[in-house]
Every structure is written in C-alpha cells, then in structure tokens.
C-alpha cells in the first residue's frame, strides 16, 4: 500500500499568511501531498504560568509565539487546492463554542468540497481556558463530550436539536450541511480518553505513539471492548477475538506518514457510518 503524506501548513508569525499558506498548499497538492494540516496555540503566555504540555520546568518553544488560527489558515489552503484534504491535528475543542464551531467546519467542508477532517483534542493549557472563557479546565472531558454531540447535530439532517450543559438548539433548519459526513479523529490517551475514541470518534490521532497496546493495558487495549459488545481482544493491536474476526467498534488501520509528525500525526481510521469508507 503507497505511503500518503500530509503536510503542516505554515502557521507561524515568521511566515506572510496571505502569501505562503496558499503558496505552500499548492505546491504540496502539486507535489503529490495527500493532506494539508493546521495545529492550534492561542497565546503565548509572559512569563508561562506552566511548562510546556503541563510538564514543570519545560520552557514553550518560541514557535508557538503569534501561531495564526487554525480555521482561517485552512480555508487559504481551500481556496488554493482542490484535492488534498484540509485536517485539524488539533482543534482544542474546548476553546471553542459548540455551536460555532460545528457551524464553522460544516461551511469549511462544503466549500471544500468535502475535504475537511476534524481532529480535536483537550489541551493542556490552563491560560488559554482561562482567555477562551467557555468552561473551567477541570470540566474540558465534557464540553468535548458535548462538542462531540453538537457536530453531529448540526451536520445532520433538519430540524437541529440539541439539549445539553452548555448549548440549547431549539428544533432549527442550520445550514449548509458539509458536502459528506466529516470524519472526526481524537487525540486519545487516558481511559476516558479512550473510551470517548471508540464510542465516538473515526479515528486515533496517536501523536506519536504506536500500535503496540497502551500500557498496564495487558495486551488488550483499555477501552476495548465497547458498552454491549463481546469480550475479546482489539484486533488491531491485540490478538485475534475467538472467531478470528475483527471487532466492530475496533479501529481499522489506514496509516497516514506526515511531513510534521509532532502537529500531523499517522492517522488510524474506522468505517462507523454506512456510506462512507475510506481505507
């Protein structure tokens, strides 16, 4: 199977945005690139109130000084190509209103032409929560549970309606739907982490971890299996289950090599809803 690639979009201030993202989408759609990336930071705080990814004493790298939006970046590069697909590698979705946000892609991906892949995470960063104002830090697992609930919502068929926490849709046509369903990846490390991957997502954005099983999961991954389904072994990166099939709910392999692992990392896909596959 051929490698795809994907590239990280320029996003930083030693760039000119209005020249080189599309300059740089181009010529890697020219290329032969399958795939074009945007990473988030939302400040730089002076002086860092935490280390870099939470960790004490790790200084931020000075590349993430004046990081340009990451959904503004990608419709330069929507605007510039007509292949390659535009991904998030990730949206800190807890920044965000739901709403919005789940508005804002689905406009994104019919403009597109449906080429839009969502990949949302946490984030680590205590500042940015407190500049972005939607909801503490300590409650980030469930305004992205919430956020989760409220694409699908809106990308799906009218009336929208949602009740939750935080966003109330009373019964409302919200358009334009994305050309295709838009497939959602998650950055996925802690067990509710990985439980919110196999009940709700398309896909694992590893960040540069491998397939071996997490640890202490004793050769079984952690999440597996799914509320309702049959004991047995991931079979992506355990043993076969009993009957040498592979499990449902398990996440199918589709190895994505990147240009910038650190902000567009392999990707491993599973086919969840009918009508849309990609292998």
């Known amino acids: 199977m051929a490698t795809r690639l994907g590239l990280g979009l320029p996003q930083t201030r030693r760039f000119d945005l209005g020249r080189d993202v599309p300059d740089v989408a181009r010529a890697a759609e020219r290329t ?32 993430y000084r004046g990081v340009a939006e990451p959904l503004v970046t990608l419709t330069l590069a929507a605007a510039a190509t007509e292949r ?18 789940a508005r804002t892609l689905a406009t994104l991906d019919a403009a597109a032409g449906g ?28 305004v992205l549970d919430e956020l989760l609930e409220v694409c699908r919502a809106v990308w799906g068929p009218d009336p929208v309606a949602h009740e939750g926490p935080t966003t ?63 004991p047995g ?12 099939t592979r499990p449902r709910s398990a996440p199918r392999s589709g190895p994505r090599s990147t240009a910038a692992p650190a902000r567009s990392p392999r990707i491993w896909r599973r086919t969840r809803r009918p009508g849309w596959r990609r292998s």
């Open 32 to 63: 032969g690139y399958d795939s074009l990336w945007v990473f988030e930071r939302a400040l730089f705080p002076e002086p860092a109130t935490q280390g870099l990814y939470g960790i004490e004493g790790l200084p931020w790298p000075e590349s």
């Open 84 to 101: 390659a697909e535009l991904g998030t590698s990730v949206l800190v979705a807890p920044l965000h209103v739901p709403f919005q946000l």
């Open 115 to 142: 080429r839009v892949v969502a990949g949302f995470g946490t984030g680590w960063s205590h500042d940015e929560y407190a500049a972005a104002s939607i909801r503490p830090f300590a409650e980030r697992g469930a």
């Open 168 to 230: 109330r849709i009373a019964p409302s046509a919200v358009g334009p739907k994305p050309a295709r369903p838009i497939p959602v990846l998650l950055a996925a490390a802690g067990p509710r982490a990985r439980r919110r991957l196999v009940d709700h997502a398309d896909g694992w954005m590893p960040v540069g971890a491998g397939a071996a099983p997490w640890p202490g999961s004793g050769g079984r991954c952690a999440s597996w299996p799914p509320s309702g389904a049959a």
């Open 233 to 244: 072994r991931c079979a992506r990166c355990c043993a076969p289950t009993p009957a040498g």
